[in-house]
């Protein structure tokens, strides 16, 4: 997300406002200030609030629904109030501009009375940046309140054809064509959209203990696809003993089967060597140990030593295994190391917008192609990491096709090179596949929309 320029004030503490400020409303904003201020993610730091604050179950749930919702909708929200401010949005104090969007996706999604959504959040105002921005703030959402709904402001705006389907699911222009380049069904692309708006459920992976003992202590559902997979309607996964003590962890179901493609891989000769190149934070790492034949060595690396420390921390009561800070690009091992190579490499975490809905307009169309091009550095190393016969799983958390089959389509033009169509080894999934690769989407599978290939080196 591009911050608009604009002054903050000087911050209070949350705990210096006034206690009788709606709580609920101003933890969703203190996420959106947070969010655009810093750069921070709504995913990881609401979660922290609602402990600290004690929020009540549903004043805990008023708040979720505010601040994702307000978040992945920013691009509508912004669009309706261009036309309600007299300067440039990028004009406004950053706090002010939050506010307005917080407030206007009461009236136009939540249908919040007016009075209550345009009273909170002028109070809100007056006590964060001050009573000069509060009615300016009073003045344009009763102009919003006035309009209607998302669907009469959908009328009002005009927008018609690819331009309306962004408004009305709440994605930048870019992305309903990146998903429209992606999808093969025309009639999917409305579905894929609007599946990226909903909440997802929490996944888990039972990693060093039985899934049907994790069952039994979530109260969860076995997932669909994975062996490993459980998932649950709710609650806070950190309660359960298995998560704290790392026999399971959090992991979406499209990751485990990203990681369990390399060992479902057939392959000649030897099997003793992996590699995990960019494995931080050590999710697959994890699963790969926990599921690798006896006598396979491990190796997960990650450029970033704080992630690999994190890799480490998963990984930390695994045997023959190591870890390593190292790039990808240029790394340490030698040429024809390993018999299996998975690359979750670097991407725009476009197929992951469910969990990170601000990361929609933090992303732009501009960041694809100097990704792009690291994903194609990183997956010819890989090719040379792994020894003639050897397997390179390539994945990514993204559909985006410059990402995924592009990328793949460079590689395979070696002569070196043959690529392995993935569908045959998930006969479980269905429509899994996109060509000879594989993809999962989230209103197919309610995965993640992850993309797997796979390549075999063969000389």
Known sequence: MTRPPGRRGPRRH??????????????????????????????????????ERKLDERDAAFTTQLAY????????????????????????????????????YQLI?????????VDTTVDLTRAIVGPGPAGLVNAVLRKVATGGDRAAWLETLAAEGD???????????????????????????????????????????????????????????PGPWSPYAVRLGGGDPGRLASVRTGKAAVQDEGSQLAALLLTRAPLDGPDTAWLDMCAGPGGKSGLLAATRPEGVRLTAADRAPHRADLVRQALRDEQDVEVLA?????????PGSFDRVLLDAPCTGLGALRRRPEVRWRRTAEDVEPLAQLQTALLDSALRSVRV??????????????????????????????VLPVAPLFPEVP?????????????????????????????
Do not use: K
């Not at 069952?215 to 969860?220: A, D, H, I, R, W």
């Not at 190292?326 to 030698?334: K, M, S």
């Not at 995924?404 to 002569?415: F, H, I, L, P």
């Open 109 to 117: 999604d939540l249908r919040v009375p007016a009075h209550a959504a």
């Open 69 to 104: 919702g307000a978040l992945r909708a920013q691009g509508t929200l912004d669009a309706i109030l261009t036309g309600l401010v007299s300067r440039p949005l990028a004009e406004l104090d950053p706090r002010v501009l939050d506010l307005l969007r917080l407030g206007t």
């Open 326 to 334: 190292a790039d990808g690009t240029q790394p340490p091992w030698e």
């Open 163 to 221: 331009r309306r389907l962004a408004l009305a699911t709440d994605h930048p222009d870019w992305i309903v064509q990146a998903w429209r380049n992606a999808l093969d069904d025309e009639g999917e692309l409305e579905p894929a959209l609007l599946a990226d708006d909903l909440a997802p459920e929490v996944h888990l992976v039972a990693r060093r203990m039985g899934r049907d003992e994790l069952l039994t202590e979530s109260g969860g559902e």
């Open 389 to 418: 016969g050897g397997v390179v799983a390539y994945v990514t958390c993204s559909p985006h096709t410059a990402e995924t089959t592009d990328v793949v389509a460079a590689a395979a033009g070696r002569d070196d090179v043959e």
């Open 431 to 459: 429509d899994i596949a996109r060509g000879d690769h594989g993809q999962l989407w989230p209103h197919r599978h309610g995965t993640d929309a992850m993309f797997m290939a796979l390549l075999r080196r063969t000389r």
């Open 14 to 51: 949350p705990a210096t406002r006034r206690p009788q400020l709606d709580g609920a409303r101003l933890t969703a904003y203190d996420v959106l200030d947070a969010v655009s201020s810093r750069e921070a993610f709504a995913n990881l730091l609401l979660p922290q609030l609602l402990r």
